[in-house]
């Protein structure tokens, strides 16, 4: 079943929470992937200069990035907390621990939202915290490099000169390792920020 929520509004989150403690006997994980990117607010307020980007972007990216992530979690967990395989997967970046190379987005319409960094590099955090307060359940964080999305094609040419491996990331590089985070065989795995990157971050 798919069930609609607006992750900006905690009524909205509260009433999708109601819904899933009716309608399912038993969630066995966690995939914490929504998130306030700006794909589509290509204006000066989310990738403007750092005056220029303004407070309310700032918090809806923040409301969505993390206090939708610490409010969800905490209550599904609170009814599926018997379950005896039950995973959380939190969706970063590699800006959660690294800052922007502006030179990367010069003569492209792309920028550096300061409040996408704030909220990746929070969750980092809250993913330990997570981590620490629900053991012994699993919980991790996938950190993607850029995942290509018919960029422009001087950015592309500038971000694979950063990678070892040659190519910009794929969406089933992250989902073959959400798949295996969800499964037994990541049984002893927890409290990590797992970088799916192509060496971006070794070099």
Known sequence: DIFQCDFLIANSRNKLIKILKKKLKEINFIINNAAYTGLKKKNKSWIGRYYEQDIQTWNQALEVNL?????????????????????????????SEKGPDLSL????????????????????????????????????????????????????????????????????????????????KSKYITGQNIKVDGGYTSI
């Not at 939708?68 to 379950?83: E, P």
């Not at 290509?148 to 969406?171: A, D, E, G, I």
């Open 67 to 95: 206090t939708s992530i610490f409010h969800l979690t905490k209550q599904i967990f609170k009814f599926q907390k018997k379950s005896n395989n039950y995973s959380v997967v939190n969706i970063g970046s590699i800006y």
């Open 105 to 184: 987005y010069k003569g492209t319409n792309l920028g550096s939202p300061a409040a996408y960094l704030a909220s990746k590099g929070g969750l980092k955090l809250l993913t330990k915290w997570f981590a620490s307060n629900i053991a012994p359940t699993r919980v991790n964080m996938i950190s993607p490099g850029g995942i290509y999305s018919s960029q422009p094609n001087t950015f592309v040419r500038k971000y694979l000169k950063k990678l070892l491996v040659k190519r910009m990331c794929k969406t089933e590089d992250v989902t073959n390792l959400i798949i295996f985070l969800c499964s037994n």
